[in-house]
């Protein structure tokens, strides 16, 4: 049982100009994670602050599946931009976005911190590395009972590259093989993410952050007939 909701996420990392950080909140809060999480297939968008590590915001939106992503909802959604978007926008700096696929959710909690660590597998040995994550150290950090979600995300390109086929803005983000994201309640939880090893997480090309729980928009549950 995992704590993530569905089998698809689009996750995104970020900073934002100084000057732009009440407008951006403004309409991350009150306009970008709303009209997303009311698209069909969707089901969650959580977005978090980093005490450490960059960029400065992480915000993942879950949904049924990597395909659901780019529905015909949200394509119309991305192809017509908002004044507001465009006033944000080109405030982001080191922007990183990627459609994944969700390969394992683990975990019955949902922690105030959550570690994400992008990681680019080796050209040979990926299932490797994928067991590796998912039958050592994931088990080895949820034995501290403070480490109540790990998560492996795997990107779905195909799935990009139809949104950024219709995207007026946003093309050229960077992109991100693999995420792991580790949900645990103190920083003290993720040190063995520090110090595993090299077939666990490869140090070349991990890049990692712990982020604090900002603000969460959920789908409304259907009512029952």
């Known amino acids: 049982m995992g704590t993530l909701i569905g089998k698809g996420a689009l996750a995104l990392w970020i900073d934002i100009l100084p000057d732009k950080q009440d407008l951006a909140d403004a309409w991350y809060i009150g306009e970008h994670m709303p009209e997303r999480i009311d698209v069909a297939g969707f089901h969650r968008a959580r977005r978090f602050v980093a005490v ?4 400065r915001y992480f915000t993942l939106f879950e949904a049924d599946t990597a395909d659901a992503l780019a529905g015909p909802g949200y394509l119309s959604l991305v192809h017509t931009v908002s004044p507001a978007t465009h006033q944000v926008r080109p405030a ?9 696929d969700i390969t394992h959710s683990a975990g019955r ?3 105030g911190l959550m570690a994400t660590l ?11 590395l994928r067991a590796a994550i998912v039958d050592q150290l994931f088990p ?6 403070r480490v109540v979600g790990c998560h492996l995300l795997e990107a779905a390109p ?10 007026e803005t946003g093309s050229a983000d960077q992109g991100a093989d693999w995420a792991v994201l580790v949900e645990a309640t103190d920083p003290a939880d993720f040190a063995p993410l520090a110090t595993a090893p090299g077939d666990m ?8 952050a712990i982020h604090a729980f ?3 928009v959920a789908r409304a549950p259907a009512q029952g007939g």
Request: glycine residues 8%.
């Open 52 to 55: 450490q590590g960059a960029p």
């Open 92 to 100: 982001f700096r080191n922007v990183a976005r990627m459609t994944f």
């Open 109 to 111: 909690g949902e922690a």
């Open 118 to 128: 992008r990681v680019t597998p080796p050209l040979e040995g990926a299932d490797a």
């Open 140 to 145: 080895a950090l949820q034995r501290n009972p």
């Open 158 to 167: 195909a799935v990009r590259a139809r949104m950024d086929a219709v995207r």
């Open 201 to 208: 997480l490869p140090r070349d090309g991990t890049m990692f």
């Open 214 to 216: 900002q603000y969460c």
